[in-house]
């Protein structure tokens, strides 16, 4: 089946503006993560929700950072007024639930670039 | 807050090798580990998972052991190949359902 989703799969933008980047999980998926990696760093975890509920906001780097979850599925991450060190490669996992035994699937991950 | 590390960050080997990447984490305790492997410019491909109750996973030629005690995991390669080339990454799950990942092992498997 298909997997998990990500647009745009690249975006350059000017400081200061606002983004929105789009996670479409695997059908079924009810947990969704998002994660931030920076050149030469790990990845970050960042916030994930199980159903549309986000339990646990406390990796989003600053509240300039956002993400939603609608109906189950769709999720977007928004970052207002984008600054140089947002720039980074944003990946998106969904798993079947978020107990133990679950897998998480990562899309291709969507490039974020500020000039 | 849980810190993982992966030794070593570069790897280089002839094909056929046999290898191993090593993950260490410092809370011992985890629900599972995971390995995961990144192609460039690509999303993450998971590879094994580990329960914290297991010892090891097999699948092909990877075996993935975890010692939770001593909050270690490494991951086995049996005669490598030249698609084995990517950067390999252990993921812990701790409380919180959160993931905390190292930063992988760039691994080049030499024709």
């Known amino acids: 089946g298909a997997g998990v989703s990500q647009s745009p799969s690249n975006k350059v933008t000017e400081k200061g503006k606002d983004v929105e980047l789009r996670c479409d999980p695997i059908s079924g998926h009810t947990a969704l993560y998002w994660y931030r990696q920076s050149l030469g760093q790990g990845l970050e975890f960042l916030i994930y929700?199980?159903?549309?509920?986000?339990?646990?906001k406390s990796g989003l780097p600053s509240d300039r950072f956002s993400a939603e979850r609608t109906g189950g599925s769709v999720s977007t991450l928004t970052i207002q007024r984008t600054q140089q060190e947002d720039s980074a490669v944003y990946l998106c996992a969904s798993s079947l639930a978020t107990g133990s035994p679950y897998e998480q699937y990562f899309g291709p991950g969507t490039r974020l670039t500020v000039t | 807050k849980q810190e993982v590390t992966q030794i070593p960050a570069a790897l280089s080997v002839p094909e056929g090798e046999n290898l191993v990447l090593n993950c260490s984490f410092t809370d011992s305790a985890i629900y599972n580990l995971q390995w995961f492997r990144q192609d460039p410019g690509k999303g993450l491909t998971s590879l094994l998972l580990?329960?914290?109750?297991?010892r090891e996973q097999t699948s092909g030629r990877l075996n993935a052991s975890l010692d939770k005690s001593s909050g270690r995991s490494t991951l086995y390669i049996a005669a490598s190949q030249p698609g084995d080339s990517a950067t390999y990454l252990c993921?812990?799950?701790?409380?919180?359902?959160?993931?905390?990942f190292g930063t992988g092992t760039s691994l080049t498997v030499i024709p």
């Open positions: 580990i329960q914290s109750s297991q």
């Open positions: 929700f199980q159903g549309n509920s986000a339990p646990d």
């Open positions: 993921a812990v799950r701790s409380t919180g359902n959160q993931f905390y």
